[in-house]
Structure formats: structure tokens, C-alpha cells
Nanobody, 123 residues
Framework: QVQLVESGGGLVQTGGSLRLSCAAS????????MHWFRQAPGKEREFVAV????????VYADSVKGRFTCSRDNAKNTVYLQMNSLKPEDTAVYYC????????????????WGQGTQVTVSS
């Protein structure tokens, strides 16, 4: 059983930056590809970014490409999401997720979820 705990959310103005962290415990962190999803009020949970097990590859949703950067430190069992040039439409609860596979842009394949952290971007 893998436990995931996100941190780093908060309130920021348009154009600002935030760095989310997700600390994992209870499993072999390096055996999971690590994902970020987000869910805005009244909307479905959507894929944001993924980083493969060895951090060799990253994939981003078109809506965040060029603004968000996903990284991981397997020695610290932690994955990060650096978010720059934030927009009001980025407002959502952001979830860290672990998948015992390569890459999944579908939330249905995810094995473990964090509790989420709120990101609010004011205009």
C-alpha cells in the first residue's frame, strides 16, 4: 500500500508560481510512474502531467505545456510539480497519483491517490 501526501498548494495571483510536492511512503516509489491530475468544481478529474519511473520521460496536458514542469527525486520518494505563469483556469484541487505502469492519462488506471491540495489562482 502506497501513501501519497501532497503539499504546496495555496492562493496565488495570475502569473504567479507554485511548487507542489508529493511525498510517498509504504511502497517502492521508483517502481511507479507518478502523475498529477486536477479537478475543478463541477468538472471531471483531468490529467495534468506524468513522469516515468526513472524520470526519463515526462508528458503534459496541452493546457499546461510550457508552464508546468514535473520532476521526481527517487532518493527522497518525492515528486514535484512546478507551476509557472498560473492562470485562473488552473484553479483546482491537484492530486498526486501512482501508477504501476508506464503512463496513463486516464484516472481509471491509477493505483494510488493522494488526498489533494487546493490551488487557487486569482484574477
Amino acid at each position: 500500500q502506497v501513501q501519497l501526501v501532497e503539499s504546496g498548494g495555496g492562493l496565488v495571483q495570475t502569473g504567479g508560481s507554485l511548487r507542489l510536492s508529493c511525498a510517498a511512503s509504504g511502497g517502492t516509489f521508483s517502481s511507479y510512474s507518478m502523475h498529477w491530475f486536477r479537478q475543478a468544481p463541477g468538472k471531471e478529474r483531468e490529467f495534468v502531467a506524468v513522469i516515468t519511473r526513472s524520470a526519463g520521460n515526462t508528458v503534459y496536458a496541452d493546457s499546461v505545456k510550457g508552464r508546468f514542469t514535473c520532476s521526481r527525486d527517487n532518493a527522497k520518494n518525492t515528486v514535484y510539480l512546478q507551476m509557472n505563469s498560473l492562470k485562473p483556469e488552473d484553479t483546482a484541487v491537484y492530486y498526486c497519483a501512482a501508477y504501476n505502469g508506464i503512463i496513463s492519462t486516464s484516472s481509471r488506471n491509477i493505483d494510488y491517490w493522494g488526498q489533494g491540495t487546493q490551488v487557487t489562482v486569482s484574477s
